[in-house]
Every structure is written in C-alpha cells, then in structure tokens.
C-alpha cells in the first residue's frame, strides 16, 4: 500500500489561488479559516447584502478538515442519530434541521452547476447498515424519520444484497438526496466563485491574535467589525473535541467488479453499528474509498503524510469481512483530524461582534450552521433560532 498524503490522489492540498496578505488592511467581516465553514459564512453574507467580506487562510483553501474529508454530503447528524434528535427536540424542530441540510444539499449543487465546478459531482443514495443486533436501531431510526417525513426505505434479504453484495448486513436504510463530490476541488472552486464576487481571500496567512478590532498575521494588521471563527482543529474551545479519521482507497473496479459488488449505481454506504463506524462510496474513477475512526486527537502536525495504520488495518479487516470474494488491496490512505461539538448540534457561539462555527462534523452540517450564525450576526430571524437555543 502507497502510505501517501490527498496530495497524491485528488489533488494538491497546498495548491494556492490566492496572494498572501502584504499589507494592513481594512474590513467589515472578517473570516478566519477557508474551509467549509468559513466559505459557507462568506456566501451568506453576500447573500444578505454584505459585500466587504475578507477570508484569512494559514495555508491553502480546503488545505484542513475540509479536503481531507471523504466528501460525502449526506443530511445525517454527525454526533447523534435522527432518532435521538426527534426525542431530545421533536420532531417538528429535527425536521427544520434536516430541511436545513437539504437546504445546504441544493446551494452546492447549484454553486457546482452554474460555475461549472470539476469535481467528480454525483447524485447518489446512501444506505445505513446494520446487522441483527442493531437492527433495532435501524428499525427506531426508520420511525423517526417517518415522524419527519423525511424519505427513507427498508431493505433485507435479497433486496438489501441487490444493493450492497455482502453478506455482513442485515438490515438497512435507503435514503435518497445524497451527492458525493471531491471536497478539495469543490472549496477551491467555491472559493474561486466567491472572489467573482468581491470577497478578498488570502492564503498563506496564519491568523496569529486579535486585540479589540484588529487581527494580527505575520504580513499585517486587519482592522474589522465582526469576526467570524471558523477555524476546525485550531480552536482552543473547550466544547471541541478532536477526533482523527482515516480513509483508504482501492485500486480501480471493474464494471463487472462493481455489479458483483452491488455497487454499479454507486451507493454510499456506513454503518451503524458503533460509535466508530465505516463509510464508503466510490470515486468518480471507479475506486472504492472506505474510512473508520473516532479516536481522540494524535498529534500529527508537522506530519502532512501521516497514516494511523491501527485504522489501515481495521479498514483492511472490514473490506475482506464485507467482501471476501475479492480482492481489494489498498492504494493510498491518509489520516485527518477533524472537530466535534460536545453537543448533539454543532457550536454556533454568538456574542455582539464575534462568531466561532465549528463542530458540525459534516459538511452539510457546516453550511447550515453558517447560514444560522450569519443571521444571528446580522441580527435576522433564521429557522433553526428555536432549535440552537434549546441546547
């Protein structure tokens, strides 16, 4: 197996669009951080009619948690299950979360159509397995998904292996209204889009303190109105915690690998058995990308090419349980850290002129969190007001 860095599969992390900051500036907003987060955050201020928006990046765009993801955009919560959120706020409030994430699930598709973003777009459904243990779980998630109206289907038995050729699972659900992108290229193209528009993004410039309205970096001061945090892995809240993730790919499938599989329609898949569960889907090269892992952070700053082999081997272990009739050998996997709320929803931490969006877990998450917080920043009413206050 090539122990590489995404450098080496889907494109060069550190491939920069955008000048380093030279100068002391001027803004109202100022964004730190161009992943997910902080794009989403500068997009729904043009939306609202801010235009003098800058984003600050210690590196490249998507360089983060953001292009090391598996770019699955899926509307499920990431530190809870639909079931849970449905008992712990109704379902009247988890449905305005999850029209939330479908809401987030359209604005990329539609950014990705007009600007003719390249980054192996995909329609595809999702299937949520388990076995007959969890199997009541399956079965309590299923209802509560009802009480949304949110779409979903039950499989098992043959039904269940013409979708996924395996005979680990017993159980599952199909949720349609997923898509599967190449996340490194979609925040460079986002960010490209976005600069069509005015707002000012610089890369290669390490946010380094603020004191009262202006932001120091190495190159020079910013002076602003509100700050926006969206910094992942790099804030220092107590409410975060690090978590590191692992994803592995195959060599390319076949067509015919692929129908043997269950996998020519290119479903995505997780499981939902544990905590630490696996997801997959395949690339837009035909590859099957797999990841697994919760584990609390391990320091690897410092080490871009980083691979926590315990999660390798899992990864390895699950592919021949899953699909034992063949052989799927491993060609590049690499390790990221990534930020989760300690809460079932993500941080959205408001004060007068400050703003920290980070915790979501996933990307549609992250997006209609930004879209929440920019609203609360601008002082206007958002759907989602009556559920971030019941945390």
Not at 144 to 172: C, F, I, N, Q, W
Not at 191 to 210: D, H, N, Q
Not at 358 to 370: K, M, V
Request: glycine share 8%; aromatic share 8%; proline share 4%.
């Amino acid at each position: 197996m090539k122990k590489a860095r995404r450098s080496s599969f889907w494109g060069d992390l550190n491939t920069l669009h955008f000048p380093p900051l030279t100068e002391s500036i001027k803004t109202k907003h100022l964004i730190i951080g161009g992943g997910i987060s902080g794009l989403s955050a500068a997009y729904f201020l043009l939306e609202n009619g801010e235009t003098d928006i800058v984003i600050l990046e210690q590196g490249s765009i998507g360089q983060g948690s953001t292009g090391h993801s598996a770019g699955m955009l899926i509307c499920e919560p990431e530190t809870a299950s639909w079931s849970l959120f449905v008992a712990r706020y109704g379902a009247a409030a988890a449905k305005k979360y999850w029209n939330s994430q479908i809401d987030a699930l359209k604005l990329v598709s539609k950014i990705i159509g007009t600007e003719k973003i390249e980054c192996d777009f995909m329609k595809q459904e999702l299937l949520l397995l388990g076995n007959s243990q969890a199997q009541p779980h399956i079965l309590k998630d299923f209802g509560s998904r009802k009480k949304m109206r949110s779409p979903s289907e039950l499989l098992s038995g043959e039904t269940l292996m013409h979708e996924l050729a395996t005979d680990a699972y017993t159980v599952a659900e199909r949720v349609g209204g997923s898509i599967s992108v190449n996340p490194l290229l979609f925040a460079k193209g986002f960010a490209k889009y976005l600069s069509t528009r005015g707002v000012r993004i610089y890369e290669k410039t390490p946010f380094i303190k603020k004191k009262l309205a202006i932001a120091t970096t190495p190159q020079g001061e910013i002076q602003f109105k509100n700050l926006i945090r969206c910094m992942g892995t790099y804030e220092k809240k107590t409410d975060i915690k690090t978590f590191l993730t692992t994803i592995s790919i195959t060599r390319k499938l076949s067509k015919k690998e692929l129908i043997s599989l269950g996998l020519a329609d290119k479903d995505m898949f997780f499981d939902d058995e544990r905590r630490s569960y696996h997801y997959g889907k395949i690339t837009g090269d035909n590859r099957l990308l797999v990841g697994y892992g919760d584990v609390r952070y391990v320091n690897t700053h410092g080490k871009p090419d980083y691979v926590h082999m315990p999660h390798v081997r899992n990864i390895e272990r699950f592919l021949r349980r899953a699909f034992p009739a063949i052989a799927l050998p491993l060609e590049y996997s690499w390790s990221a850290r990534y930020a989760l709320s300690n809460t079932t929803l993500p941080l959205a931490s408001i004060s007068q002129d400050e703003v920290t969006i980070n915790g979501a877990g996933t990307q549609l998450a992250s997006i209609a969190t930004a879209s929440y917080a920019v609203h609360k920043l601008l002082k206007k009413k958002h759907p989602l007001d009556n559920l971030f206050g019941a945390k």
